[in-house]
């Protein structure tokens, strides 16, 4: 049952990350159909945008992430017991070891970011040291080096990176149309296709104004969620014990949300430290914990 969930999981993952591919494209070609006639020219240049802005996240995406929650870089010293757990979860999972970071917030919570076990972090808050005993930290802290392990971590990078020049065409569409750019062109006849290039065109401008950041927001959500019910499903297989993370998220799910959590940075907790739940779920970044616990039970 475990390793047909991690299996099942992946599959998914793949095909959400396929999905958010293509929003991208669709998105670059409407910039393209909008500015000059053509789908390529904008999809090339949405794929520079990316370039560039892969270029800024990926310089030092540890200390950025880590500077937006607040995290203080930890030593063995400060706290043997928490690094020993981490060293332990590493060990079985056949990675270098992560730097630690603490949060100082009341709430219990956790995430892991970096672009490769190589250059990777995990950060816990206080009140997650002070609310879980061992088997829970294990539970914890097991999920998060499997984020590493699995590449989650690199995962949220790109995704970040496409949401985030996703909305800067978007902008720069909503310009042109505002200053009378594109759409107002008297060029038609040579536009590819005629008619149906025109409406083709209409229907990437508006795909590109309202529907792909929304799409893309979407994407991004559904890809942190599903990656979540494979870090607990890798959780499991690292401490052998389900009943640790049960445990754990079931104190999570009850605490407050934290103080100062960066928004930006949400999905990457284990659970969603501004506790928002809409009701469709659509634009949850977790799971359903109950959800998760159900999952974990039938290991």
């Not at 870089?73 to 992560?98: S, T």
């Not at 005993?133 to 590493?148: A, D, F, K, T, Y």
């Not at 052998?240 to 940075?265: D, V």
Request: with cysteine; net charge negative; proline share 5%.
């Amino acid at each position: 049952m475990l390793y047909q969930q991690i299996a099942q999981n992946k599959r998914k993952t793949a095909g959400v990350l396929g999905v958010f591919v293509l929003i991208f494209a669709l998105v670059g070609a409407g910039l393209g159909q909008l500015m000059w006639g053509k789908p390529l020219p904008g999809v090339l240049t949405a794929g520079v945008i990316a370039l560039i802005y892969s270029f800024l996240v990926f310089q030092d995406p540890v200390n950025v992430v880590m500077s937006m929650n607040h995290a203080q870089h930890l030593n063995k010293e400060d706290n043997p017991q928490l690094f020993h757990i981490v060293e332990d979860m590493a060990l079985v999972a056949n990675i270098p070891m992560p730097e630690v970071y603490l949060i100082p917030d009341k709430s219990p919570n956790a995430f892991a970011t970096g672009l490769s076990p190589d250059k990777s972090a995990i950060a816990v808050t206080q009140g997650l040291l002070d609310m879980m005993n061992r088997e829970e930290l294990e539970g914890v802290l097991g999920h998060e080096i499997s984020h590493i392990r699995n590449y989650d971590i690199r995962l949220s990078m790109v995704a970040l990176v496409l949401v985030s020049a996703i909305s800067f065409i978007a902008d720069f569409a909503q310009r042109c149309v505002w200053f009378g750019f594109g759409l107002d062109r008297d060029d038609d006849d040579d536009r590819e296709g005629g008619t149906i290039g025109m409406i083709i065109g209409v229907i990437g401008v508006i795909f590109v104004l309202i529907l792909g950041p929304l799409a893309a927001s979407l994407a991004q959500m559904a890809l942190s969620r599903n990656r979540e019910y494979l870090a607990d499903a890798s959780s499991v297989e690292l401490t052998r014990n389900p009943h640790g993370l049960i445990s754990a998220l079931t104190k999570i799910e009850n605490s407050q949300p934290m103080q100062a959590a960066s928004s930006a940075s949400a999905s990457l907790y284990i659970e969603d430290p501004i506790r928002r739940h809409s009701l469709s779920h659509l634009f949850d970044t977790h799971p359903a914990t109950a959800d998760r616990i159900k999952r974990l039970e039938k290991m």
